[in-house]
């Protein structure tokens, strides 16, 4: 299977917002933030592309050192087959390029698929964001040293 990971374009908003209902319905970011960031400098937005099907995104933006994932999505259907990881290494070496030292992110502590995706490649968690999501629902903080 060829993966392909390139910048995300206008053309490519449509189905990335699909992307995005898919994995997180009603907790999903609204389309205008995908629109707002494509037109920002401080922004990494790659997309994986599996025989021109986009199959999962990752957007993060930067600020000097630091480098923030906004959210890392990849469809069910193509799902532990190793595109995540190609999402987030490819980021991690663009973002090292720009002599960025640390990434951090924000992630559920119920999402234990992302959770562990996270802790495997590296991202050690620094702390408990009580209610993040809402009520009830914590975030771990979790960051990696580039
Ligand atoms: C997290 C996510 C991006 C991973 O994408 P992916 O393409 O499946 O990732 P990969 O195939 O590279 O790696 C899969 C990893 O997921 C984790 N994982 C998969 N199924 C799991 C399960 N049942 N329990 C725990 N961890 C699991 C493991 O770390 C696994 O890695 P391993 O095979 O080395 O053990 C994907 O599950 C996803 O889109 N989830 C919904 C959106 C989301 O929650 N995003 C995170 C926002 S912070």
Known sequence: ???????????????????ELECFGEDAYPKYLFE??????????LKAVVDNVIAGFI??????????ILTINVRKAYRNMGIGSNLLKTLEK??????????????EVSNKTAVEFYLKRGYRISRLIKNYYGL?????????KL
């Open 136 to 144: 009830g629902r914590d975030a771990y903080e979790a960051f990696k």
């Open 36 to 45: 707002y960031v494509l037109e920002k400098k401080n922004t990494v937005f």
């Open 59 to 68: 957007l993060a933006t930067y600020h000097s050192r630091e480098c923030t």
């Open 94 to 107: 663009e973002v090292e390029k720009m002599n960025i030292e640390k990434i951090i992110l924000q992630v």
């Open 1 to 19: 299977m060829e993966v392909k990971i390139l910048p995300v374009s206008r053309e490519d908003l449509e189905t990335i917002y699909e992307i």
